[in-house]
């Protein structure tokens, strides 16, 4: 299994951004599937959750700003970005909760890559 996240970049403040994850591979069901990220000196820290019947949360500093999605039919997650400030810079990773195998039912956790976001006033 994979996870493919894209759409980072380099913004200014107030801007916005897109990002998407897509996973990939031997997947028999997703359950949550969420938005982490991790800024310089910092560990990191949730972003947003989405529950595969689409029930989300949100980390206080981002809500309002920030809107979590999700496509179950294409295994994808995205993370719609606006009003972007400063303190958003950071590399943003997705995350899903995975099933392979419905005999077992086994969940595990899968990380994406990593995208880079740039927010410079």
């Known amino acids: 299994v994979q996870l493919q996240a894209s759409g980072g970049g380099s913004v200014q403040v107030g801007g916005f951004l897109r990002l998407s994850c897509a996973a990939s591979?031997?997947?028999?069901?997703?359950?949550?599937m969420g938005w982490y990220r991790q800024a310089p000196g910092k560990q990191r820290e949730l972003v947003a959750t989405?529950?595969?019947?689409?029930?989300?949360n949100y980390a206080d500093s981002v809500k309002g700003r920030f809107t979590i999605s999700r496509d179950n039919a294409k295994n994808t997650v995205y993370l719609q970005m606006d009003s972007l400030k400063s303190q958003d810079t950071a590399v943003y990773y997705c995350?899903?909760?995975?099933?392979?195998?419905?005999?077992?039912?086994?969940?595990?956790?899968?990380w994406g890559q990593g995208t880079l976001v740039t927010v410079s006033s």
């Open positions: 591979g031997s997947i028999f069901s997703i359950n949550a």
């Open positions: 989405i529950t595969s019947g689409g029930i989300t």
């Open positions: 995350n899903a909760d995975i099933i392979r195998n419905p005999i077992n039912n086994v969940r595990n956790h899968y």
